[in-house]
């Protein structure tokens, strides 16, 4: 089975340029979450979807991160203008209705210089 | 806000012995506990979840236990194998919502 799929796997740019995240979560699972790891924080949840919707956007850190979900198979991760302090491992999960576990892709090492 | 714990950053075992990885929680309304394992270069990886309503759960040489009277959780690994050394996290969803919260993570490390 086809696992949660996120691209790139590294992305290495110059503080200022927008940077997008990609991720197709695992076919069928109506729910995406999209978490940013760090040695200082740990996982933090950034925002999740339910059926495409954007359901809680609390741990977004600020404007100029944004995520968009346009279909059931694809979601994007936006950082405009990126900033050195963005630096982390950001992972996509999706998983299905109710109480039922996430399940992670391989993350993108974000790397602003 | 809810908070989640590890008692032990790191935890060095013999090859073969058992392993616990233990986990404390703040939110006495959390009904749904995880555990992850995480290896280098990779997304954390399910291992077992258990809900409220249980104190344990097996799986494939893995044993999960609720205490929801001291609020702590507790990952068993039995015959510790190398293949299982990664960094461990317990995550437990407090609220109505679907939010996960992780705690810091211990790294499991066995020797030879």
Redesign the interface.
């Known amino acids: 089975d086809a696992g949660?799929i996120q691209s790139p796997r590294h992305e290495v740019t110059e503080m200022g340029q927008e940077v997008t995240l990609r991720c197709k979560p695992i076919s069928g699972h109506d729910?995406l979450?999209w978490y940013r790891q760090t040695m200082m924080r740990?996982?933090?949840?950034l925002i999740?979807f339910?059926n495409n919707v954007p359901?809680?956007d609390s741990g977004m850190p600020e404007d100029r991160f944004s995520a968009k979900m346009p279909n059931a198979s694809f979601s994007t991760l936006k950082i405009q203008p990126s900033e050195p302090r963005d630096s982390a491992v950001y992972?996509c999960?999706s998983?299905l209705a109710g109480?039922q576990?996430?399940?992670?892709?391989?993350?993108t090492r974000l790397s602003i210089l | 806000g809810e908070s989640v714990g590890l008692h032990l950053p790191t935890l060095s075992v013999q090859e073969g012995d058992n392993s616990i990885i233990n986990c404390a929680y703040s939110n006495s309304a959390s009904d749904y506990f995880i555990w992850y394992k995480q290896e280098s270069g990779k997304g954390p990886q399910f291992i077992i979840d258990i809900r409220s309503n249980m104190d344990k759960r097996q799986g494939q040489r893995v044993t999960v236990l609720l205490n929801k009277t001291v609020k702590h959780l507790s990952l068993q690994i039995a015959a510790t194998q190398p293949g299982d050394s990664a960094v461990y996290f317990c995550a437990v969803k407090g609220d109505s919502s679907y939010k996960l919260i992780f705690g810091s993570g211990t790294r499991l490390l066995v020797r030879p």
Not at chain 1, 42 to 45: S, T
Not at chain 1, 101 to 107: N, S, T
């Open positions: 949660v729910y979450f740990g996982l933090e949840l999740y339910n359901i809680d992972f999960a998983s109480i576990p996430q399940h992670f892709g391989d993350g």
